[in-house]
C-alpha cells in the first residue's frame, strides 16, 4: 500500500460528498487518506476493528467471505464510487468480510470519527448513505432467493446482466468462470458448463478471458428457472 497526500480537487469529484460544503470538506480532507493498492492486496480483512469507510477512487475490489478450508464466496464487486467497510461501522462490530483489489486502486480512507461528524452534521449525507446501504440489503436479499429457488443456468444469466457494461456496442462481461462461481454460489465445473452450453447456443462467445453476451434476451428467460431444470445440467459431461 502506498499513501499519498488528499486533494481537495479529489474529493470534490466523489459523488458521496455532493452534499459537503466548501468549508466542511476543507475541515475533512486533511484527515483523509489517498491510498494507492496493487492488485490482489488485501484491502480489509474479516475480524479486523471497523475504523474508518472507504471510498473507491478507481479500480475494482471483490467482497469475499472464505470457510477457512479453502472455499470463498464472492458477495460483491465494487468500482469507482463505490465505498466499503460501512456494515463494521454501523453496527459497531468486527468487519464480517475481506476486501481484495482486483487491479490497480486508488482508495479515499474516511476515518471513522471524521465520517461520523460529517453525518451528524448534513443529514443529505446521511440519507444518501442509507440508501446505499439499504440498496445493497435488498441486493442480498435478492441473492439469497436466487440461490434458493433458481438453478444455476439461470444464476449465472442473471449475473451476466447484471456484471457486464457496454462496450462498443457489444455487452462485455470481464469475470472468468472461477469468479462467477464464487458468486453463484456454483462449483466451477457447473459453471463452464453452462457457459459451454451458452456458447454452443450462440447466446455468448469468448474473447480471451472475457465473455461477450450475444443475446440477452434468451439469458432474461432463463434467471427465473427453477432448479428443477437443473438436473439436465448436473448430467451433463464435464466441459
Avoid at 457486464?164 to 466451477?188: F, K, P, Y
Wanted: overall charge neutral; glycine content about 6%; some cysteine.
Amino acid at each position: 500500500m502506498r499513501q499519498n497526500f488528499c486533494s481537495l480537487n479529489t474529493v470534490k469529484n466523489v459523488p458521496l460528498f455532493s452534499t459537503a460544503s466548501a468549508d466542511q470538506l476543507a475541515d475533512m480532507v486533511p484527515l483523509m487518506q489517498h491510498r494507492s493498492y496493487r492488485p490482489r492486496t488485501c484491502i480489509v480483512r474479516a475480524g479486523e476493528i471497523a475504523d474508518g469507510l472507504y471510498v473507491i477512487l478507481s479500480g475494482q475490489v471483490k467482497v469475499l467471505v472464505d470457510d477457512g478450508d479453502g472455499h470463498q464466496a464472492i458477495l460483491s464487486v465494487l468500482g469507482a464510487n463505490d465505498f466499503f467497510g460501512e456494515v463494521g461501522l454501523i453496527d459497531d462490530g468486527p468487519r464480517f468480510a475481506d476486501v481484495y483489489s482486483q487491479q490497480d486502486c486508488e482508495i479515499l480512507y474516511i476515518p471513522r470519527e471524521v465520517l461520523f461528524g460529517w453525518l451528524e452534521s448534513d443529514c443529505r449525507a446521511a440519507v444518501s448513505l442509507l440508501r446505499t446501504v439499504t440498496a445493497r440489503l435488498a441486493d442480498a436479499q435478492r441473492n439469497i432467493v436466487n440461490l434458493a429457488l433458481v438453478d444455476v443456468y439461470g444464476r449465472v444469466a442473471r449475473l451476466l446482466l447484471d456484471t457486464g457494461h457496454d462496450m462498443n456496442g457489444e455487452w462485455l462481461v470481464q469475470a472468468g468462470s472461477e469468479q462467477i462461481a464464487s458468486m453463484v454460489g456454483a462449483s466451477r465445473e457447473m459453471v463452464s458448463r453452462v457457459v459451454k452450453d451458452m456458447i454452443t447456443r450462440g447466446v455468448v462467445r469468448r474473447q480471451k478471458r472475457k465473455l461477450v453476451v450475444l443475446d440477452r434476451a434468451s439469458l432474461m428467460q432463463r434467471t427465473s428457472r427453477t432448479k428443477d431444470t437443473q438436473s439436465a445440467y448436473q448430467r451433463a459431461p464435464s466441459a
